[in-house]
């Protein structure tokens, strides 16, 4: 029996108003001066969108954003974590 050695190239399409966001775990500091934790203690996490549902507006995929740590639904897609989060739990954008 022959196994298929071709990597998956798997992705989320989120429905309606919701959206996949790909958590970042590293601290980051903005330029103007918003320092973003990475540790367990924080509230929030920052993630960059990847796809967003036919209803959603004000993001879009490639946009930072802060939202709550335990927000949405956990996805492991292909090794990649990813939260599938509704629109209305996203804070923020972070503008560079």
């Given at each position: 029996?022959l196994?298929?050695?071709?990597?998956?190239?798997l992705?989320?399409?989120?429905?309606?108003?919701?959206?996949v966001?790909?958590?970042?775990?590293?601290?980051a500091?903005?330029?103007?001066g918003?320092?973003?934790?990475?540790?367990?203690?924080?509230?929030?996490?920052?993630?960059?969108?990847?796809?967003?549902?036919?209803?959603?507006?004000?993001?879009?995929?490639?946009?930072?954003?802060?939202?709550?740590?335990?927000?949405?639904?956990?996805?492991?897609l292909?090794?990649?974590?990813?939260?599938?989060?509704?629109?209305?739990?996203?804070?923020?954008?972070?503008?560079?």
């Amino acid at each position: 029996m022959l196994e298929d050695t071709r990597p998956l190239r798997l992705s989320l399409e989120p429905l309606d108003n919701y959206v996949v966001v790909q958590p970042t775990d590293e601290e980051a500091e903005t330029r103007a001066g918003l320092i973003l934790p990475a540790s367990a203690e924080a509230q929030c996490r920052s993630g960059i969108v990847t796809a967003v549902g036919s209803e959603v507006e004000g993001v879009a995929p490639g946009d930072k954003v802060l939202f709550p740590k335990e927000a949405g639904y956990d996805v492991r897609l292909a090794g990649t974590a990813q939260k599938v989060i509704k629109r209305e739990g996203l804070i923020a954008r972070i503008l560079d």
